[in-house]
């Protein structure tokens, strides 16, 4: 297992910005060859792609969050993160960082989850 740890979450208003960083505890080729992704789950709902981004940087995103929301990875730290902005209370939920490292160990790894609030 890849330890994921998730920070940046909070409450906002809508049409507000936040910054979700995900930090995982691997190697710099784990890493590397990891493809990276953030789900979320609101209240009642049932958890749900956010946007990806491979060991290339090819992104995908969700078409709620398209135009709003950039996915990005920085190899040298370990580390995706996901650009919020016009946020809108119904991208509230808990924040959910994904490592996709079948290629490299065969596992898959979650994150604990960082709760973000967008309050209108």
């Known amino acids: 297992q890849v330890q994921l740890v998730e920070s940046g979450g909070g409450v906002v208003q809508a049409g507000g910005s936040l910054r979700l960083s995900c930090a995982a505890a691997?190697?710099?080729?784990?890493?590397?060859?990891?493809?990276m992704g953030w789900y979320r789950q609101a209240p009642g709902k049932q958890r749900e792609l956010v946007a990806t981004?491979?060991?290339?940087?090819?992104?995908n995103y969700a078409v709620s969050v398209k135009g709003r929301f950039t996915i990005s990875r920085d190899n040298g730290k370990n580390t995706v993160y996901l650009q919020m902005n016009s946020l809108k209370p119904d991208d509230t939920g808990v924040y959910y960082c994904y490592a996709d490292s079948r290629g490299v160990l065969g596992i898959d790894s979650w994150g604990q989850g960082t709760q973000v609030t967008v309050s209108s």
């Open positions: 691997a190697s710099g080729r784990i890493f590397r060859l990891s493809n």
């Open positions: 981004i491979t060991s290339s940087s090819t992104t």
